[in-house]
């Protein structure tokens, strides 16, 4: 009698939960499909991750916007990391139901090229925006023309800096002026010494997402690519920056990490270093080491000739997506605040107050607040040093590959350092590797 | 004799009807998608708009041109080789000790060695991996017994990467397989063990006389399902090394993932191309598994 109650119960349960998950999963996707979409003909809604960087910035152009539209309301969507936004394209292209897409999106600068291709439907061209292209950085909506025709407005920035530990430079008897416009040689004897005295790397990099080709390739104007393949065993310049990364990792100058986390937690955070080179939002980051306040400086990068080296890492655009109604509320929107519009001071200089993003709208780099001294990088005016620096960028040949090509010459560094194959021999593995993978996605 | 076959043909009814459910699951949850998959394999291009790839068996050419995906089979082969046999025979040994009547605690030790099948793939893998971190604790807890004199960088060391993976298999899985031997033995009378004895035989004999040959089914099915489940290894691959360095202990399953979602490549044909060939893989290693187990003649 006993069991046969309890199986009762038990039977009772089950079918409850399950009612209530049915239930519950019904509503849950009633309330999804309500926050992706707004009825109201003055919101917006739109995908971004990173609630310290990004989504500040869309905060302060949903306040710089309603000067302009009282009623208007930008409903921000958080994800927790871009690849959410790159998986629901995916997602939604391959189903062909667009409909769960925000109006807006958030879209890393290096996929957007490969997803427009992938999926045309899934974004809407904004060529016709009231926006002056010619006031952003020409490197930067490189990433977001496609086929001559704009898709994406500029968010971020992401030029590359170098920055320097001054007290510990000074401990070796250099200065920043003696770290500024020399060559990868030059800075692998400041390196080694640097090194010996204070026992601390004067770089670092995460060895598995390697950067560094990438970043002093295009320091020198050259590309990875040419004419859309990959350009690497040919590409002297390349051959010759394997080879001084990996010196610069065999002098103890370079620190490679296994991965993203040990490069930020343990080389930046963890103060083993004395340099960090990598676009400018790693300067969170940096910042994170308090007691360092006051002892970093920027500059730009070394090159292999000893000119001053600039080039630019990571970033991303605003994107409106197929599914977007509202295609004119949304291009007013984009070109009033991001777009170099008159809301575009306010949108900047909060973004930067807010969140440390800095703008490659020249005329809104141009305000006040860009020029003001930051106490942590010892009252430098590093935002106005890293617009300048952006403007130099050199515009160099992209792909929808840059990716694989960036997994692939980083494991021929880490096959040259562990001793597995000398520099040609893995360029070649590398190069046959990344072919591979561009054949095998062609139709 | 007609009412019979009436109440047989009832029952027969009556249990395809409890069937149905199942089955109807099963085919539309697992054989369409299978089936679907088989059909995605043949084609190219973004998932947006597959077309038929030319020539129409391009994705399961380019498999064997393609040398990450060579690497991929071996290292996944390599943890095979070494990691199965190396844990079946722990499991045996721990049931083996763990079965014996005497023993104080038993309830405590089973529970202990079983515990890490509790840990999620996930967790365990990160704990795994801070343990072996370049500043982690091995390190430093060797670095003390003076058995290295600098610290080492496990996961960034091709080799050491691969040891490391094993390592963390057979802690995750040793326990899992020994609760299988544990049941079988209990299945095993004591008497034959004391007719053994009698007889003279000592505990080496009786384990490769006795225990083994009476295990035989369970050691097949563990066989069967360690061998499943090392050639379908992702989230050690994934979490503890991501593959690195330089792809040297990639396993078969994390390049599938990678070409369909990783690096937003969504090479979805491709993907499932390989995928097919794993399925066939390790269809032939549990055929011959079974083959070779089968006693009846």
């Not at chain 1, 939960?17 to 049915?22: G, M, N, P």
């Not at chain 2, 290292?75 to 005497?102: C, E, G, H, R, S």
Request: proline share 2%; glycine share 8%.
């Amino acid at each position: 009698m006993k069991k046969k109650v309890l199986s009762m119960l038990l039977v009772g349960v089950l079918a409850v939960t399950s009612l209530a998950a049915c239930g519950s999963s019904s509503s849950d996707k009633s309330s999804g499909e309500k926050s992706a979409q707004s009825d109201d003909e003055n919101t917006l809604t739109v995908y971004a991750w990173d609630a310290s960087f990004n989504i500040p910035a869309l905060e302060a152009a949903e306040a710089a916007y309603q000067e302009k539209n009282p009623d208007f309301h930008l409903e921000i969507i958080e994800q927790t990391q871009s690849s959410d936004v790159e998986d629901a394209i995916t997602l939604a292209g391959s189903s062909g139901d667009y409909s769960q897409l925000p109006d807006i999106v958030l879209f890393q600068d290096h996929y957007i090229q490969q997803y427009v291709r992938n999926y045309p439907d899934a974004f809407q061209s904004i060529a016709d925006a009231d926006i002056n292209w010619d006031d952003f950085g020409a490197e930067k909506t490189s990433f977001s023309t496609i086929n001559g025709e704009h898709y994406g407005v500029p968010v971020d920035n992401g030029t590359v800096i170098f920055a320097y530990r001054t007290d510990l430079l000074e401990e070796c008897g250099y200065t920043i002026d003696d770290v500024t416009g020399i060559t990868w040689d030059q800075f692998d004897e400041i390196g080694k010494e640097v090194y010996a005295k204070t026992g601390k790397y004067l770089l670092s990099m995460d060895g598995d997402g390697n950067d560094l080709p990438y970043m002093m390739l295009q320091a020198e104007g050259v590309s990875q690519w040419k004419d859309g393949a990959p350009y690497i065993t040919d590409n002297e310049t390349m051959v010759e920056i394997i080879n001084t990364i990996v010196k610069l990792q065999q002098d103890n100058v370079l620190y490679l990490a296994n991965d993203w986390s040990d490069y930020t937690d343990q080389t930046i955070v963890g103060d083993m270093v004395a340099g960090v080179m990598n676009g400018n939002w790693i300067i969170p980051t940096i910042e994170k080491v308090e007691e360092n306040s006051g002892k970093w400086e920027i500059t730009s990068m070394p090159t292999l000739s000893g000119e001053e080296g600039y080039a630019s890492n990571g970033g991303s655009s605003l994107y409106i997506t197929g599914n977007c109604t509202k295609t004119d509320l949304a291009k007013d929107f984009l070109a009033y605040t991001f777009g170099g519009g008159e809301g575009s001071i306010a949108t900047y200089d909060n973004a930067l107050k807010d969140g440390g993003v800095i703008t490659t709208c020249i005329s809104a780099g141009e305000s006040d607040v860009y020029n003001e001294g930051v106490a942590y990088f010892n009252d430098q005016a590093i935002y106005a040093k890293i617009v300048e620096m952006g403007s130099h960028v050199p515009v160099v040949e992209q792909s929808d590959f840059h990716y694989d090509c960036r997994t692939q010459i980083a494991s021929a560094i880490q096959s040259i350092t562990a001793g597995e194959a000398d520099t040609a021999t893995a360029l070649e593995t590398a190069e046959s590797q990344l072919q591979q993978v561009i054949d095998g996605a062609a139709q | 004799m007609k009412k019979n076959f009436n109440v047989q043909a009832k029952q027969q009814r009556a249990g395809w009807l409890f069937l149905l459910p199942a089955s109807i699951l099963i085919f539309v949850m697992s054989f369409y998608p299978m089936i679907e998959a088989f059909i995605t394999s043949f084609k190219t291009g973004s998932s947006a708009n597959m077309v038929w790839s030319e020539p129409i068996l391009k994705n399961y050419i380019r498999m064997f041109q393609d040398d990450l995906f060579k690497t991929s089979v071996v290292n996944t082969f390599l943890y095979l080789i070494i990691q199965v046999p190396i844990m079946l025979i722990l499991a045996m040994l721990l049931a083996q000790l763990l079965n014996n009547k005497d023993l104080k605690f038993k309830g405590l030790f089973r529970t202990m060695v079983f515990l890490p099948c509790a840990t999620s793939l996930v967790s365990y893998a990160l704990i795994f991996k801070s343990l072996f971190a370049t500043q982690g604790l091995m390190n430093t807890v060797l670095l003390k017994l003076h058995i290295i004199s600098e610290n080492v960088n496990w996961l960034g060391t091709a080799s050491t990467a691969k040891a490391i993976i094993i390592i963390a298999l057979l802690w995750r899985w040793t326990g899992y397989n020994m609760v299988f031997y544990l049941a079988g033995l209990q299945n095993i009378e004591y008497s034959v063990y004391e007719a053994a004895k009698i007889d003279g035989a000592n505990g080496w004999k009786t384990f490769w006389g006795i225990t083994v040959p009476l295990l035989r089914p369970t050691i097949i099915m563990t066989f069967i399902m360690s061998i499943n489940g090392t050639l379908q290894l992702f989230d050690e691959s994934v979490n503890l090394t991501k593959g690195g360095p330089a792809n040297s202990t990639i396993t078969m399953s994390h390049y599938i993932f990678n070409n369909s979602f990783g690096d937003g490549v969504a090479n979805f044909g491709y993907a499932s191309a390989m995928a097919f060939v794993v399925f066939i893989m390790v269809a032939i290693l549990a055929f011959i598994n079974l083959k070779v187990g089968d006693t009846r003649d």
